[in-house]
């Protein structure tokens, strides 16, 4: 078994604040899901990805030596932001993003191609992680997230986690056509009938109506990249269902 490895960001927040991706590396599962696949609802053995989350708790816990257990979300594409407080069961809130100012609770999301926008405060008081696929961007779990902080808009850095690029994101004219109102993220495919989709554009012209202007990206595109698990590459390649990633972050209780 290879060993757990995480994406990172580099941005100026406290020293307090966690973050990371998860890649395909350090798990236990096989075929389409090999390896480290987080995702308990993509058809995966359920003990593989019980052993998997172990294995991922295991490896945060020499990063975060008092991490409290993940609240993994059900996450249905909808603008729900939950405010972690406390550790929640698994699949128990149906919610596309995560809001917290308590240490050393993790806020996540999965994806397998959808961005991931990871959000914290300078100081690293109040923290976020967005899971923004077409649906949840164009009905508003950015700025829902946003609604969450009590820091000033200026005040809050966005870290882009991988996700798939432009060029390998073709839409129908109906998904197209709900985002016409940036054009500049649009661009004609040279596959009939789809139009390429830039998501990150999307939500940098979003966080720009917000006033965020502190935003850092990962510039790694999911289906390109061979470490990381993308439903659209699966799909291309004729297969049904792919593993998932997560994308966390914490306020690490430096006082502990």
């Given at each position: 078994?290879?060993a757990?490895t995480?994406i990172?960001?580099?941005?100026?927040?406290?020293?307090r604040?966690?973050?990371?991706?998860t890649?395909?590396d350090?798990?236990?599962?096989?075929?389409v899901?090999?390896s480290l696949?987080l995702g308990a609802?993509?058809g995966?053995d359920?003990f593989c990805?019980e052993t998997?989350r172990?294995?991922?708790a295991?490896?945060?816990?020499?990063?975060v030596p008092?991490?409290q257990?993940i609240?993994?979300?059900h996450?249905?594409h909808s603008?729900?932001?939950?405010?972690v407080t406390?550790p929640t069961i698994a699949?128990?809130?149906?919610?596309?993003?995560a809001?917290?100012?308590t240490p050393?609770?993790?806020c996540?999301?999965m994806?397998?191609?959808?961005?991931?926008?990871?959000m914290s405060?300078?100081d690293?008081t109040?923290v976020a992680a967005?899971?923004a696929?077409?649906?949840?961007l164009?009905?508003?779990v950015i700025?829902?997230?946003?609604a969450?902080f009590?820091?000033?808009?200026?005040?809050i850095?966005?870290?882009?986690a991988?996700?798939i690029s432009?060029q390998h994101f073709e839409v129908g004219f109906?998904?197209?056509?709900?985002?016409?109102?940036f054009?500049?993220?649009?661009?004609a495919s040279?596959?009939?009938?789809?139009?390429?989709?830039?998501?990150?554009?999307?939500?940098?012209?979003?966080l720009?109506?917000?006033?965020?202007s502190?935003?850092y990206?990962?510039?790694i595109?999911?289906?390109?990249?061979?470490n990381?698990f993308?439903?659209?590459?699966?799909?291309?390649?004729g297969l049904?269902?792919?593993?998932?990633m997560?994308?966390?972050i914490?306020i690490?209780?430096?006082?502990?």
């Open positions: 078994m290879s757990l995480f990172q960001p580099t941005w100026p927040v406290n020293k604040v966690f973050c990371a991706s890649t395909i350090g798990g236990v599962s096989n075929g899901f090999n696949n609802h993509v995966d359920a990805v998997n172990q294995l991922l295991y490896e945060l816990k020499s990063h008092n991490i257990p609240s993994w979300l996450q249905t603008t729900n932001v939950l405010r406390e699949g128990a809130v149906h919610a596309d993003a809001f917290s100012q050393d609770l993790p996540n999301v994806t397998a191609d959808c961005m991931a926008l990871m405060n300078s690293g109040e967005v899971h696929g077409w649906k949840g164009i009905n508003g700025e829902n997230t946003v969450q009590s820091s000033p808009h200026h005040d850095h966005v870290w882009f991988p996700s432009q109906d998904v197209a056509d709900l985002f016409s109102q054009p500049s993220a649009l661009k040279s596959v009939y009938n789809k139009v390429l989709l830039d998501l990150l554009a999307v939500a940098s012209l979003k720009d109506a917000l006033g965020i502190k935003r990206y990962s510039n595109c999911t289906y390109s990249a061979t990381l993308s439903h659209r590459r699966a799909t291309h390649q049904l269902t792919c593993g998932r997560t994308n966390l914490l690490k209780d430096l006082d502990n």
